[in-house]
């Protein structure tokens, strides 16, 4: 299978398209800076992450609301 040699802006474009919803949302808000494709994963994870946790907060058992 041969190398797709795929430039960083169609890689980050590939990026965006499987994101979750809630990762573009946070991304078009925040519009965080970054300067390489490492550097916006990095940010999409850190984002996943906050997300989860949050979410997770709000389907604890017992949580009242």
């Given at each position: 299978m041969?190398?797709?040699?795929?430039?960083?802006?169609?890689?980050?474009?590939?990026l965006?398209?499987?994101?979750?919803?809630?990762?573009?949302?946070a991304?078009?808000?925040?519009?965080?800076?970054?300067?390489?494709?490492?550097?916006?994963?990095?940010?999409?994870?850190e984002?996943?992450n906050?997300?989860?946790?949050?979410?997770a907060?709000?389907?604890?058992?017992?949580?009242?609301?």
């Amino acid at each position: 299978m041969g190398d797709l040699n795929w430039n960083e802006e169609v890689l980050r474009e590939q990026l965006y398209e499987g994101l979750l919803d809630e990762i573009k949302d946070a991304l078009v808000t925040s519009r965080p800076r970054y300067d390489s494709l490492g550097h916006l994963i990095q940010i999409c994870r850190e984002m996943d992450n906050r997300i989860r946790t949050r979410v997770a907060e709000w389907v604890q058992p017992g949580r009242t609301q």
